[in-house]
């Protein structure tokens, strides 16, 4: 399963019904996966709250989970580029941003499912977790 920013943002945050990732998140039997560009992003929108709670969520969450990092080469680069100029913001309704689009190339690429928050990759024709 990949697993996209929105997520895991959501569950850390603590937001309105992100209880619902929590089985997937910490899974023992189903393996996640997460672009390194995501993993950068989950980051960069936690650094943002400058919250030492939400930090120690983080830290709590980089312990507990057993997601593999993938890096980012060229076939999913181009898978990304393509999941743009399909579905990107401003091009279609699912709205995708880079973020979103190095979610969906992971997905495609190997193809999984994605967990995330929202209604974005419902556009798409990605297989979705939930």
């Known amino acids: 399963m990949i697993v996209d920013v929105s997520a895991i943002v959501a569950f850390i945050m603590k937001e309105e019904g992100s209880g619902i990732y929590e ?6 039997t189903v393996p996640l996966f997460i672009s390194a560009i995501n993993w950068w992003e989950v ?3 936690i650094i943002r709250h400058d919250k030492p709670d939400v930090t120690q969520s983080l830290q709590f969450f980089q312990r507990g989970t057993r997601m593999k990092f993938v890096a980012v080469d060229k076939d999913q680069t181009n898978m990304a580029i393509e999941a743009f100029r399909r579905f990107g913001k401003g091009r279609h309704p699912a709205k995708l941003n880079l973020g979103d689009c190095f979610a969906y190339a992971l997905a495609k690429g190997r193809n999984e499912p994605v967990l995330f928050k929202g ?6 024709d990605v297989r979705v977790a939930l």
């Open 23 to 28: 089985p997937y998140l910490f899974s023992d």
């Open 43 to 45: 980051h960069a929108r």
């Open 119 to 124: 209604n974005d990759f419902h556009h798409t």
